[in-house]
């Protein structure tokens, strides 16, 4: 494989972010409904958008966070990424957020499909795992419908602005998810994986 990393699916595609992508970003990121959960936000100034876009090659190089716009005929819809790596043990932390009119479209569904693909059948990722705040029902949900199992709470783990949140931590195995809807999904890995984010050692 070569050039730059590409995940396509029957819907979507998931690609590296480019400087023209900050715009749309800063308006699905401005939403504080969007934001709720997560430990940044909401956007209130598209610098912190072009910022965000602009440190993205060094987290990758730096093995901090592989992260793509979730892509539809040429729209983005949100973003999705990997961090957290445990690369001894194979394992990375999968987290997705979309603008909220694509909330219940199966975009998100579809953008888990593609991300598992690539970590499954690309980087060698024995332990997806996932955190999602306790009282975020509709994400915890969303996982459990495409196959993650819920292991426990964390208590006081993820903090946004001056507000702590209990979380919920899961996981999918290589072999659930073989079994389960997200490997249904037809997906094309085109380009290559960054090196320092396949796990064979
Ligand atoms: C989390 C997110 C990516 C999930 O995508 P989504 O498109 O909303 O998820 P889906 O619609 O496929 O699945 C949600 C499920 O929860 C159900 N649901 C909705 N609200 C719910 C609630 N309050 N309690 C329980 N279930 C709920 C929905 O009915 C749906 O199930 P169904 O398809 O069987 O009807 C999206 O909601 C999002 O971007 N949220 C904001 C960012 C965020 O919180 N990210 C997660 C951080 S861990």
């Given at each position: 494989?070569?050039?730059?990393?590409?995940?396509?699916?029957?819907?979507?595609v998931l690609r590296y972010p480019v400087p023209g992508d900050a715009g749309r970003l800063f308006e699905l990121g401005s939403d504080p409904e969007t934001t709720r959960f997560l430990s940044w936000g909401p956007y209130t100034?598209?610098?912190?958008?072009?910022?965000?876009?602009?440190?993205?090659?060094?987290?990758r190089e730096?093995?901090?966070?592989?992260?793509?716009?979730?892509?539809?005929?040429?729209?983005?819809?949100?973003?999705?990424?990997?961090?957290?790596?445990?690369?001894?043990?194979?394992s990375v932390t999968i987290g997705t957020w979309l603008g909220k009119q694509h909330w219940g479209t199966g975009v998100n569904t579809e953008s888990k499909a593609l991300m598992a693909a690539l970590a499954f059948k690309a980087m060698g990722v024995e332990r997806l795992s996932v955190f999602a705040a306790a009282?975020?029902?509709?994400?915890?949900?969303?996982?459990r419908k495409v196959g993650f199992v819920e292991e426990g709470v964390l208590r006081r783990f993820n903090r946004h602005g001056d507000?702590?949140?209990?979380?919920?931590?899961?996981?999918?195995?290589?072999?659930?998810?073989e079994a389960g809807p997200l490997a249904a999904v037809a997906s094309e890995i085109r380009g290559s994986v960054p090196?320092?984010?396949?796990?064979?050692?």
């Open positions: 494989m070569s050039g730059e990393l590409e995940i396509h699916g029957p819907t979507l100034e598209l610098a912190q958008a072009e910022r965000f876009i602009e440190g993205v090659p060094g987290s730096r093995g901090e966070e592989l992260g793509f716009v979730v892509e539809r005929d040429g729209e983005a819809l949100g973003w999705t990424l990997f961090n957290d790596v445990r690369s001894r043990d194979r009282s975020n029902d509709r994400s915890r949900a969303a996982l507000e702590w949140f209990d979380c919920m931590i899961g996981s999918i195995l290589p072999a659930e998810y090196d320092n984010w396949v796990f064979n050692g």
